[in-house]
């Protein structure tokens, strides 16, 4: 996060009307939908659809997203970085683009730094700081940091929101309630998925991270439960400094953990570094459940004895310990290969919606454990379970709650820090200790534990002698076959209408998509005065129209069909 080149956003003008940001967020949401609609159209393609021009297109379309979401602001910039966890949802091209979303926004004013402090705190800045820097230290999206000292001689930082924030997050949340009802309601993108509830979870998220007593609370909560870990620091809040737009904190310099040249030249040793980060993390989920939710590299330092400094409590994750016990549950099941279990362990988990016929999630689910866990322990990359995790949850009836989709992205970070500061660097190794820390303490029972080291062994015995693979792959053969997992195809005339009539609903959307992006061009050049432009978009939404009605009458005529 580094402050740079101001451009006029429409978002931080004083006069931004309500109106026009509805516009603004709904011509998105319009050019989004167009965009989709054209994907699988094969005359859109020049040449022919192939596989390859498609990745392009998802590609660019990714890249045009996260481009738009910087413009549309802060609610939209912070979305998207929440968004990019949700592998759940969304494919892979969208996901990566998202993870790149940086904040790339100009700084505010230092008049309005002192007016946001004046008005907060009740005193200028002069009365409460001895020196203030005026030039931010870092410029985010929500808020920016200054260096100062206090009075006392203390030297600190002051986190600062941006001015406006809650007027823009009221408006923006209005709209996106509206949006997030409309793919509720649709025949298509409204089943299996949660919109309003991933809305609310979004809402939930975004005002705790705007308070910045909760964030100064958080700080608290976590440098406790990192007492007895002098290697771990966290800034101390100074909560006479302290409102829900104004956070003094200890002022901590660090290394960014990703500035791995900058790490060896002072002498750091990165092995340790990402031992240390991995450990810093299991402890914070496995045993406190409070979690930095928001781990991208900028966020942990190295401070010059070696120390992991961490900064930005804004988001943190919770597990409650009836969570960390299905969670191990799930954990258990995975290490014995029972499909069974995990699903079981994930519906009470609320990590998947129960359904009546369960059989395509528990294979999916068999299908992956099979996959990883015929690899050595070792071999195993966190990111590829999760890929693995997630590539089961898209399309299939998953409702990852944000803590499984933080716990997983912080996760994956940590390893991608940890690879970066030291090509050796094996999760697994770290975590190894834990796990067996789990197994024989508390809630485990040994008969799970002794599970968990049979399945270790096994798995040695099978990577030493591949021999064993073909009997186990009869087997579990054998074991389909029992299971009746065994498809059959049907051809029926009652399967073919129901058939037509979803391709008939689908065209019907098409139809409603391209009435609304007409008449929303129509009456966006009426109100900009060329009105006769203005007529070509009204003929056309009036023509988009007609042919909906007409398809409406005849998926009528085959319901009405004997
Ligand atoms: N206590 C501190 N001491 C020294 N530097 C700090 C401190 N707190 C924050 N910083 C610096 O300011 C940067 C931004 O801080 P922080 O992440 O808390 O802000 P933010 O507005 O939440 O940013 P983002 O949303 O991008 O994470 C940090 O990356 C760090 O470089």
Known sequence: MKPHRPKAYRWSRENYSKQRRYIDIWSFVLKLLAARWLYNKSWSYQGGMTDAKKATRRKALASWIRETLLDLGPTFIKLGQLFSTRADLFSVEFVEELSKLQDRVPAF????????IERDLGKS???????????????????????????????????????????????DLQILKGIARYFQGHPEWGKGRDWLGIYEECCKILWQEIDYLNEGR?????????????????????????????????????????HYEALEAAGLDRGRLANLGAEAYLHQLLDNGFFHADPHPGNIAVSPDGNLIFY???????????????LLDTFFGIAQKDADRVVRSLIDLGALAPANDMGPVRRSVQFMLDNFMDKPFEEQSISAISDDLYEVAYGQPFRFPATFTFVMRAFSTLEGVGKGLDPEFNFMEVARPFAMQLMTNGNSSSEAAG????????????????????????????????????????????????????????????????????????TILFVSNFAWVAVIPAIAASLSGIALIRLMMKLDRYDRMP
């Not at 800045?125 to 940091?145: H, K, N």
């Not at 958080?218 to 771990?232: Q, S």
């Not at 693979?469 to 029926?492: A, H, Q, W, Y």
């Open 125 to 171: 800045i002069e009365e409460l700081y001895r020196s203030f820097d005026p030039i931010p230290l870092a410029a985010a999206s929500l808020g920016q940091v200054h260096r100062s000292q206090l009075h006392s001689g203390e030297e600190v930082v002051v986190k600062v929101q941006r001015p406006g924030l809650r007027k823009l997050f009221e408006i």
């Open 451 to 522: 599970s968990i080291i049979n399945e270790l062994s096994r798995q040695a015995v099978q990577v030493g002698n591949t021999a064993f693979g073909l009997p186990r792959r009869i087997e579990d053969t054998l074991d389909k076959l029992e299971r009746g997992d065994i498809r059959v195809r049907v051809r029926s005339t009652e399967t073919d209408r129901v058939l037509r009539r979803i391709s008939g609903v689908n065209l019907g959307t098409n139809y409603t998509l391209l009435t609304c992006a007409f008449t929303l061009s129509a």
């Open 109 to 116: 004013s230092y008049e309005q730094v002192a007016a946001i």
């Open 312 to 326: 930005d409590f804004g988001m943190m994750g919770q597990i409650q310990p009836v969570t960390r016990e299905r």
């Open 218 to 258: 958080n700080a608290d909560t976590f440098r406790r439960n990192f007492r007895g870990h002098d290697w771990v620091q966290v800034p101390r809040v100074y909560w006479r400094y302290t409102s829900p737009r104004v956070l003094t904190l200890e002022y901590l310099p660090g290394i960014k953990i990703s």
